[in-house]
């Protein structure tokens, strides 16, 4: 898509123009009377919005013929920038006519002030070669290698870093209006004005940037599963505004910041951290949070309302990714939420070829970044049990394409691989098709109607179903394909993990109602029977889903590099995995297997133990988990004959019941997973599981709550935990477990 360098909204706007030559270079005045509107519309009399293309160039078909006629002035410095090998749209990709962030000519969304952004780059880069003269720099195969700009000739780096520090300092107080000018203005630091003996501490030096960049790439499992950053494009970017060509934008800074800091966090700590770390004096701690920090000054430090981006989306969907991973919940609700919104006022919900007519590797790349969204989106709606903001009737981006990052490139026309080929996209592709389907179990289960049982049934077969039909280049591997694409094992049993968790979810609310044994069977009419005969293969079921989603976690821990293991939804898994059969156990206490369940617990909780080192919400989880299995084991203990005031299975010195004994809980994992998995089709019989009885009857028990990411987040309270152990009991006399339709 075209470009322009000059702000072309009104004549009271030229003051606002913006330019792309060297930090110190004077703006010349532009005239006046220049044409604002694009060559159509002035030849058609027509008002134009501006737009790159504008709005009517694309409703008469003909984009491409949207052109604006300039200042020669104007022309002649974009030659020079031309020569001097300033490519911009090599950097940048179109969002929607009209609202691009830095392409267009809409004053309000262009940045003001290019310089003074150059003026801080060169800054930060001075700052940190001084600091770390002694740097040793990257090998020449890196992929993220670059070479630093010269400052021009006859002037010191020294002098090229005071006149932008001057140009920053000395700028003049923007219009309100301009958000990017607030923006300025408001990015100090952390609040307060950062010394510049300090600036350069908040970033690392080329050789710990480029390490840290390759290694979210290729080895961190934050990439594999969440690709939220478009490698080749960031790349593109990363090269470009490193090398002094372009002047990198506020949000690709907070996104390179929040991108290391994502790695630090996925990097495991080895005692090779001081060799590495060596040039970054106050750790790598400190640095994971000044990162962090200089991130949220960008992010969220404005004036006025922030300017939507796709580099801000992207910054914001990692930002919130990372503080997920922190435990802190109730950010990552508000950060996605803005990030989405963003999204959405670029239309990145519909799609770029059919809609925009972009070229097909730029509508590729919005497509990808789009269902990232609202495959997050999904997945929070579950997890804290409010509306998903994304509704499937609001988008026609197409499904991305079975393709790999690399083969996403600038062609007339790209063509997705057979889903039989494994590919970088397979698993997302496929973790779209799940996530749909937990939206539709959100609306028909968990929102405000209350699901048939019709419902449950028909939802619990599109899952197991579902399961059935993931691909032979996803479920299996060969030596050759785990050397060349390691990702896709564990893109596999994340994937499995999800679909057993909602089909866990999905059952677990039958656990409030009491089982009815066999021999109760006399003297129930028909439909008694069947509901009895439901209830009991629910419960069943679910159980069965909890074991093999502690198995699955289990073998998961046992193959995977512990750096894999930071994901806060491995401890979610475990820990809800674990109250589940707890519920189960405390609801039909005279249960002979309930000792057995039990050993579960404690398998759980020898997987939380592991991850500890690892998750921050490893130890919150371990917590609550305890109060929960001391009544899990005065259950057993009473109904087995026990004694119920000492408690034999309490570590002396941890004060935690011990965990289950890893050999013992792999021939669990082995035993576990070899079995069938069951259905409520196959238990209930096809002639029975088809009766239109289920569609007349709603399941009232879906109206109680289970405790989720957000009580783990908290002290723990153990009488709060009790509390709904004890509400457990009551459930069903509280909430009738049917009504009629």
Known sequence: MRESSVSTDSPESSSHVTESTSVTAARPKLKRNRIILCQQCHKRKQQCDRGHPCSRCVNRGCPDACTYEEPKEVKQRKLTASESGSRRDKVSFSSVPGQERSNGPNSENHNPDLNALAGLDALLQVLQDASTSNAVPTSSHDSFEFSRASPRVGESPIQAAATALNQLSQAEVPDTHDTHASMML?????????????????????????????FYFNKSSSHWLCPVIHRPSFENWYRTFSSGELPPTLEFVALLAITCATALQFLPETEDDATLFAEYTPGRQVLEQRLVDFSRSVLFTCTGSPISSFERIQALTLFAMYQWNEGNAGETWYIMTLAIRMAQTLSLNRDGVSTWRMRPEHAEIRRRLWWMLFKIDRFLCMEYRRPYMISEQHIDAALPMNLDQADVVDAPELTGKPLEEPTEYLYHLYQCQLHKLSGHMWDQCFSITLPTYRAVIDLEEKLRKFELELPASLRYQTSQMAIARPYLSFQFHSLTLEIVYHRMQLLRPFLFIHPTKEKDFEGMSVQDKKLAKFHRHARSICVTFCKRQLASLQLLQNSSKSGHMTWSGMTLLAFK?????????????????????????????????????????????????????????????????????????????????????????????????????????????????????????????????????????????????????????????????????
């Open 577 to 741: 995995s674990a109250l589940t059969i707890a519920i189960a156990i405390i609801m039909d206490a005279q249960n002979p297997e309930n000792e057995e369940l039990e050993e579960w617990i404690a398998m759980a909780q020898g997987i939380l133990m592991a991850l500890r080192p690892h998750n921050a919400l490893a130890q919150k989880a371990l917590d609550h988990l305890h109060v929960i299995r001391k009544r899990t084991l005065f259950v057993v203990g009473i109904v087995i004959g026990r004694c119920a005031t000492s408690d034999p299975v309490i570590h002396r010195t941890t004060g935690l019941a011990t965990a289950l004994p890893l050999p013992q809980c792999m021939d669990r994992t082995t035993w576990t997973l070899s079995q069938p998995q069951p259905c409520l089709n196959d238990l209930l019989g096809r002639e029975e599981a088809s009766d239109p009885f289920w569609s007349t009857l709603r399941s009232g028990v879906f109206a109680g709550h289970f405790p989720g990411i957000e009580s783990l987040l908290g002290p723990v309270c153990p009488q709060t935990l009790e509390q709904f152990l004890d509400s457990c009991l009551s459930m069903q006399s509280r909430l009738p477990h049917m009504f009629t339709v």
């Open 186 to 214: 408001s990015f100090r630091g952390f609040g307060t004005p950062t010394p510049l003996s300090e600036l350069h501490l908040h970033f690392p030096n080329q050789k710990i940037t480029a390490f840290l960049l390759s």
